[in-house]
């Protein structure tokens, strides 16, 4: 079974910028598209960014400009910059596949203080 940790979230001010990493246990990383997830306060979880086994990468248009999404397939991990952090950016993102089908991590909290 997929487990997949996610890492690097904490309370910045607007403006700020946060690195979140999401390491991957499982077979077959690379040929998978990822992708990076948030849900915050009475928000449904939605699909903020993702990246294709080719590398390339789709965002909400919300992040577009602002968040970039990476992977090392080596490493077997998948990345999100998130830069020009906004209030409405405050959430617990997760990490999963591209279309969620994995089991979901515990996430990590970002927030993000006006």
């Known amino acids: 079974q997929v487990h997949l940790v996610e890492s690097g979230g904490g309370l910045v001010q607007a403006g700020g910028s946060l690195r979140l990493s999401c390491a991957f246990s499982?077979?077959?990383?690379?040929?998978?598209?990822m992708g990076w997830y948030r849900q915050g306060p009475g928000t449904q979880r939605e699909l903020v960014a993702s990246i294709n086994s080719g590398g390339a990468a789709t965002y909400t248009d919300s992040v577009k400009g602002r968040f970039t999404i990476s992977r090392d397939n080596a490493k077997k991990t998948v990345y999100l910059q998130m830069n020009s952090l906004k209030p409405e950016d405050t959430a617990v993102y997760y990490c999963?596949?591209?279309?969620?089908?994995?089991?979901w991590g515990q996430g990590t909290q970002v927030t993000v203080s006006s």
């Open positions: 999963n596949n591209g279309i969620g089908s994995y089991t």
């Open positions: 499982g077979t077959l990383f690379s040929l998978k598209t």
